[in-house]
């Protein structure tokens, strides 16, 4: 799933840092005015659970791995704007001192993985709740098939990101000079594994840990300021006397 440097030419990687900066400004906004100041650790502490679910990687048919990411999870319990500096924040503590990611592509993953991730993965989780509140069946399951549908998306980014390469940069002769697949192998590569094992196993997670949460400590979800809460009824009009 993480990009590494020399796959994504200097442009590429240099437009998914312009993506990626209005949504970690707008996330780092959304902390400071929405989150209260006893709930970053929190925040941080879910950055550090998503550093090391990515750490495990899954073998993948096809000679690839793959690795459950956490984005949906955290904004599920913290939202999705949250989520983004959380992941973005664990994507840069890899590339730098871990060597898993480049540092010219951590726009690019951070795109994937901390926005596309958790932001659909999200909506997908809004959509299927319903009124479902933290321990029942439902938010679990609509948490798990947000997680399932979010890292789905992030595959799909990045086989995009590297099948485009050797259309977009290549000698005259034709040889590539960044990512040398095609979108013919980089679609079936990324998305039949993550369609099928990476894709369970993020929904496995997602869903486990938010059912484990919801039943033993469902005041996290709120406490956070997320709006993974139902919104509170509007208080009735008294009848005119």
């Known amino acids: 799933m993480h990009i ?30 929405r989150m209260r100041s006893r709930h ?19 073998p993948l048919p096809g000679g690839t791995t793959g690795h459950a990411a956490g984005g949906v999870l955290v904004a599920v319990i913290v939202g999705p704007w949250a989520a983004i ?31 596309v991730m958790p932001l659909l993965g999200y909506l997908v989780f809004r959509a299927l709740r319903g009124g479902a509140r933290p321990g029942d069946r439902r938010f679990a ?25 050797p259309l977009l940069h290549h000698l005259p002769d034709g040889t590539p000079l960044y990512c040398p697949f095609h979108l013919g192998v980089t679609l079936p590569a990324m998305m039949i594994p993550h369609l099928t094992v990476a894709g369970a196993a993020e929904a496995a997670i997602t869903g486990g840990v938010v ?3 919801g039943r033993h400590h469902p005041e996290i979800f ?5 709006a993974a809460s139902p919104e509170p009824a509007a208080p009735a009009k008294e009848a005119a006397s």
């Not at 970053?40 to 990687?57: C, D, Q, W």
């Open 4 to 33: 590494p440097d020399g796959y994504l030419s200097p442009h590429t990687a240099g437009a998914l840092y312009v993506v990626a900066a209005p949504f970690w400004a707008a996330s780092l906004r959304h902390i400071r005015r």
């Open 85 to 115: 500096t959380a992941v973005t924040i664990a994507l840069a503590v890899q590339a730098l001192f871990f060597g898993d990611g480049g540092i010219l592509a951590l726009g690019a993953n951070a795109a994937n993985l901390g926005v």
């Open 141 to 165: 399951l609509a948490a798990a098939a947000g997680g399932y549908a979010g890292i789905n998306a992030a595959a799909l980014g990045t086989a995009l990101l590297l099948g485009v390469q």
């Open 211 to 213: 059912a484990f949460l």
């Open 222 to 226: 709120e406490a956070a300021g997320s």
């Open 40 to 58: 970053a650790p929190l925040v941080a502490m879910l950055a550090a659970f998503v550093f090391l679910v990515m750490m495990f990687n899954i």
